[in-house]
């Protein structure tokens, strides 16, 4: 079974940059679209961006277009998030999962357990 280990999270000022990082285990990553989620306190889980199993296709969020980047390398294992230009609305713990489909439409179905997940606060 598929599983992942985030890293990368911290504390960052609004205007700052992050690279997470996810990590796979258990089964090669190259068959799955994966997607970044992120939970705020007191709010449910969310979609932030995710990327299809070749990388042909990648789809953000609203809030995280033109800031985020996904990437992937199938032979690391390793699905990346690039976050630049932070703000405050970006802290939340952030999880990696492998999906149905990276769909346009932002419905990113997760399947597969959670990992722990990494924080990310955005404060001055």
């Known amino acids: 079974q598929l599983q992942f280990v985030e890293s990368g999270g911290g504390l960052v000022q609004p205007g700052g940059s992050l690279r997470l990082s996810c990590a796979g285990s258990?089964?090669?990553?190259?068959?799955?679209?994966i997607a970044w989620f992120r939970q705020a306190p007191g709010k449910e889980r969310e979609g932030v961006s995710c990327?299809?199993?070749?990388?042909?296709?990648?789809n953000y969020a609203d809030s995280a277009k033109d800031r985020f980047t996904i990437s992937r390398d199938n032979a690391k294992r390793t699905v990346a998030l690039q976050m630049l230009n932070l703000k405050p609305g970006d802290t939340g713990t952030y999880y990696c999962?492998?999906?149905?489909?990276?769909?346009?439409?932002?419905?990113?179905?997760?399947?597969?357990?959670w990992g722990q997940g990494t924080q990310v606060t955005v404060s001055s």
């Open positions: 990327i299809s199993s070749n990388s042909e296709t990648a």
């Open positions: 258990g089964s090669p990553l190259i068959y799955y679209a």
């Open positions: 999962a492998r999906i149905t489909a990276c769909s346009h439409d932002g419905i990113w179905t997760p399947s597969g357990s």
